[in-house]
């Protein structure tokens, strides 16, 4: 990615990857998913400094380790973690939120790790997974079993944590209850299975693509409607209430208005999207007290990477989280830009691109 708005990237087989340092591990990116934070960084509402290489939602093989690293080898399977926690820190430990502690995350985010005719360069959130090869700390992997299709292991890097991540950790989504997603893009089908998986007994989808609907149901949506059906359903479903989970899984702030509006008094809303900074939502200081609404953030779904990882492909395992189906389409990276497109255009659940 050379400038903040243009909308192709360029391909480019000149780029090296920078030396290894000791506490560094190199990997072969077998698999990395295009997700719609990609898109986000090109069109400037995720701020990083181009030139870039994107791509954060990525899984492989490790082929070098820094001389500090003792606990991963050549050859290990991995996921790369685009928000990496140091372990070490009041986040990591006595707060309980590694997926909040920025130790490494920044100085990863901040570090050049690519470069291109003596132009060094970053990997997007510090991770570049659109390249075949990158470099990352130590603590930006989770080693995985190698049995593990590493298709299947990519997407567990970004969209699908966020999204079960968001219904199971953030939002605490509780058995028998009600369950509003808006968006049924990868993320949205994430937190739509992690509502399933939590128990919910209505799980509406709302995505203004009426294609989205029908994959929605497949997914485990009890219904699934387009954004100017959702009012009558909410009265239907709830009884005028509204849910008691609503999450925003797009990222535009009219929608997190609405996310807000169809959740009920003493529910959870819970924002997943990612909106500009720039951008503003805004709520009555009277309804804030009110209603007694929980308005949560989610940031990598709340997760803890060391466990969550595993757990979700324990889902996997036993049939309960089904990735392979978000796979749209598999590309090759010539693919990119087309690939870009259709996610802006709100087309696909998950393109991966095989290398
Ligand atoms: N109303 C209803 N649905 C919409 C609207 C809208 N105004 N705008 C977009 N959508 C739908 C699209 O049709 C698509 O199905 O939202 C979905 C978004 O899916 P993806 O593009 O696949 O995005 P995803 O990768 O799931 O990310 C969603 O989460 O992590 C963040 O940065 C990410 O903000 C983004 C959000
Ligand atoms: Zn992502």
């Not at 999204?163 to 509003?180: E, F, H, I, M, Q």
């Not at 999207?273 to 940031?299: D, H, I, P, Q, W």
Request: aromatic letters at 6%; proline letters at 4%.
């Amino acid at each position: 990615m050379r400038e903040v708005g243009e909308t192709t990237l360029d391909l480019c087989d000149d780029i090296e990857m920078l030396d290894l340092g000791p506490d560094d591990v190199a990997i072969k990116i077998t698999h990395t998913g295009v997700c719609h934070s990609d898109v986000s960084v090109m069109n400037g509402t995720i701020p990083q400094e181009p030139p870039l290489v994107l791509g954060h939602e990525g899984a492989g093989i490790i082929e070098e380790v820094g001389s500090n690293v003792d606990d991963l080898a050549v050859g290990d399977h991995v996921i790369v973690v685009w928000s990496p926690p140091c372990g070490k820190c009041v986040y990591c430990t006595g707060r309980n939120q590694p997926n909040l502690c920025i130790n490494i995350t920044f100085g990863a985010m901040a570090r050049t790790k690519f470069a291109q005719g003596g132009q060094e360069m970053m990997g997007m959130a510090g991770a570049g997974t659109f390249a075949e090869r990158t470099l990352m700390p130590r603590q930006g992997v989770v080693k995985i079993d190698s049995d593990i299709p590493l298709d299947v292991a990519s997407l567990i890097g970004c969209g699908v944590m966020t999204g079960v991540g968001a219904c199971l950790n953030t939002a605490k989504v509780s058995p028998g209850s009600s369950v509003v997603v808006f968006g049924a893009g990868g993320v949205g089908v994430a937190a739509i299975q992690g509502a399933r998986i939590a128990g919910a007994a209505e799980i509406v989808a709302v995505d203004k693509n009426p294609a989205k609907l029908d994959e929605a149901i497949a997914f485990g949506a009890t219904h699934a409607v387009l954004p100017e059906d959702l009012a009558d359903t909410k009265n239907q479903i709830t009884g005028g209430d509204g849910f008691d989970y609503a999450l925003e899984c797009i990222g535009v702030p009219a929608l997190m208005r609405t996310a807000y509006d169809m959740t009920r008094r003493g529910g959870t809303c819970c924002i997943v999207g990612v909106g500009r900074m720039e951008e503003m939502v805004s709520f009555n200081a009277f309804e804030l007290f009110y209603n007694e609404k929980t308005l949560v953030g989610s940031y990598y779904g709340g997760t803890d990477v060391r466990t969550d990882f595993h757990r979700l492909l324990r889902l996997w395992k036993s049939g309960k989280l089904n990735l392979e189906g978000m796979i749209t389409r598999r590309i090759s990276i010539h693919e990119i830009n087309p690939a870009l497109e259709a996610v802006r255009n709100g087309e696909v659940v998950r393109q991966v691109i095989e290398f």
